[in-house]
């Protein structure tokens, strides 16, 4: 985008010195451009106060503060921000790093990190990774992962990185899934996920564990019930849905000491908000 403006820029420049592309302008072409530029910097200067866009955007383009803003809001933790500038270091610069290893990643996620380690961005380490990714929006969550599926230890890392403490198990579920995505087929990755989240929810509400008499293993019947049940409520292929009754049923015959209430009103929050894991 700031190319494209930079162009602008300089065409109405070109413009007031009677240039063009194709070479000088005629008489005739040159008087009406004139007239047309008193008429926009007229108009140009009743909008803007009489800033001049050209030095604004010089301006702004060379403005550390907003492109350190645009490098925290958009990937939210690098190593190299925790760290001593090296010599040269501008956030313009980095800015454009970032987006090219970005979309680096997005094509391929170890060639993506590579990347951010070779430019100083990331340090080499799980847990700088996972944050890195907690913290960023603009990767490709395909690509995400599989990175995570075979980096498992940045995986755990990033599972720690949730807190799930005073959340309601389904909304958990849904943040949960919405920074870790769910593989589309049940397998061992999904059952892994689903493993780590409930010891995660366990860890994060120890009080609500020992009121509702829940461990992790019972946590886990309750992560797959609500997944099933999503599939069940949400699905145009499934013509006879599953009622509160049969839910609550075949849930507390996998899992005996849950309150038959505390069941109900899992099934209550599928049925108004939706799918756990969409």
Request: proline fraction near 3%; charge should be positive.
């Amino acid at each position: 985008m700031g190319q494209g403006l930079w162009r602008v820029v300089r065409n109405q420049q070109l413009q007031q010195e009677g240039y063009s592309e194709q070479g000088y302008l005629t008489r005739e072409q040159s008087r009406r451009m004139a007239a047309n530029n008193i008429s926009n910097t007229s108009h140009r200067k009743q909008v803007q106060g009489g800033i001049d866009i050209y030095h604004l955007l010089k301006d702004l383009a060379n403005d550390e503060l907003l492109w350190q803003g645009l490098c925290k809001s958009t990937w939210g933790h690098c190593s190299i921000y925790n760290k001593n500038p090296p010599l040269g270091f501008s956030f313009r610069k980095l800015y454009m790093q970032l987006d090219e290893g970005s979309l680096t990643f997005n094509a391929n996620p170890d060639e993506g990190v590579n990347y951010f380690m070779s430019k100083g961005i990331l340090d080499d380490s799980p847990k700088e990774i996972a944050k890195f990714i907690f913290c960023t929006r603009t990767l490709n969550w395909k690509k995400l992962r599989i990175y995570l599926d075979e980096r498992r230890d940045v995986l755990d890392d990033l599972v720690t990185l949730h807190n799930f403490r005073n959340q309601f198990l389904p909304n958990a579920l849904r943040e949960f899934f919405r920074h870790i995505h769910a593989p589309e087929e049940r397998g061992e990755y999904l059952e892994t996920l689903i493993t780590k989240f409930s010891h995660r929810f366990c860890a994060c509400n120890p009080d609500l564990m020992r009121e509702l008499g829940l461990s992790p293993d019972a946590v886990y019947v309750l992560c797959y019930s609500l997944i099933l049940l999503s599939i069940d409520l949400t699905s145009p292929h499934v013509k006879n849905k599953m009622s509160k009754r049969e839910f609550i049923r075949n849930t507390r015959r996998a899992a005996q000491n849950i309150s038959e209430d505390f069941v109900g009103h899992l099934y209550d929050n599928i049925y108004l908000i939706g799918h756990v894991a969409a």
